[in-house]
């Protein structure tokens, strides 16, 4: 396929702008109605759905004939998820990740984005308007963190081995405390991610893999030498999003995590 390109930094520089605009002018002063339940118990902010809109409106714009799928957006119409399933690029948009944080007042959230062109993700953006934190990369040009390119490479860790787990995943990292030290449950994905770019922790296992939640996370890992994979080893596919996804500082310690959390494939 023809290369998707856009500058990378035209994209961060909307994120910024909603989020000053935005986000952090409602963070810790939402008000009675701005806070509402969607299916399953999470939350929506007026600032969710007006971030959303807003990037909408105006990330098209930097690739003509792209389209969007929000979260939001999906939630309201579930027909807009099948848009990643056409030839036209999309821009997938997580408006707030950590949307309880957000809402209680706890500054672990961020602004998401990724851009994929049938079937590949081209590029991924996260932004944490609370520290400032920035990380966005493109497919075969690397990975910026905070404006410095950043490598993981085979053997780069350190010290006590670091991870996040989801349900059932959770227990069963915690069951190996010999070779994970500490194992979390889930806060914020996008700020997991950008945990394991940073080094401070190794692996993330998810088992609701929402390509709003996850496409930009895992990519940026891989193209900065990270792996992640389905437990079986299939592809991540976020237009059909099944499976249990592992998303590593390495391959190495990829299949070691593997190894001890994918009872189905022991």
């Not at 990330?59 to 939630?75: N, T």
């Not at 309201?76 to 997938?92: C, E, N």
């Not at 308007?129 to 490598?151: E, H, I, K, Q, W």
């Not at 249990?244 to 494939?265: K, P, Q, R, V």
Request: charge should be negative; hydrophobic fraction near 40%.
């Amino acid at each position: 396929m023809s290369r998707v390109v856009v500058d990378p930094d035209r994209v961060m520089s909307l994120m910024k702008t909603a989020a000053a605009e935005i986000v952090l002018p409602r963070f810790q002063s939402l008000q009675e109605g701005e806070v509402n339940e969607k299916d399953g118990g999470e939350l929506v902010t007026i600032a969710d759905i007006e971030t959303e809109k807003w990037l909408t409106a105006r990330l098209p714009d930097l690739l003509p004939g792209s389209i969007v799928v929000g979260e939001e957006a999906v939630f309201a119409d579930k027909s807009v998820f099948a848009r990643l399933a056409g030839d036209d690029p999309v821009w997938i948009i997580d408006p707030i990740d950590g949307t309880w944080n957000f809402a209680n007042g706890r500054p672990t959230f961020a602004v998401m984005v990724s851009l994929v062109s049938r079937g590949e993700v081209v590029g991924g953006w996260i932004y944490e308007p609370v520290n400032g934190t920035t990380v966005m990369g493109s497919r075969g040009d690397g990975v910026l963190f905070d404006g410095a390119p950043v490598r993981l490479s085979e053997g780069d860790h350190q010290g006590d081995i670091a991870g996040t787990a989801a349900r059932h995943l959770f227990a069963r990292a915690e069951q190996r405390p010999d070779v994970i030290a500490d194992v979390y449950r889930p806060n914020c994905a996008g700020h997991e991610y950008v945990l394991i770019l940073s080094g401070e922790r190794a692996f993330s296992a998810y088992t609701k893999l929402l390509p709003w939640d996850h496409v930009a996370g895992s990519f940026l890992v891989t193209e900065a030498g990270g792996h992640s994979a389905l437990l079986d080893g299939g592809q991540y596919d976020f237009a059909n999003p099944d499976g249990n996804l592992l998303t590593a500082e390495s391959s190495e310690m990829w299949h070691n995590i593997c190894a001890i959390i994918d009872h189905e494939g022991a």
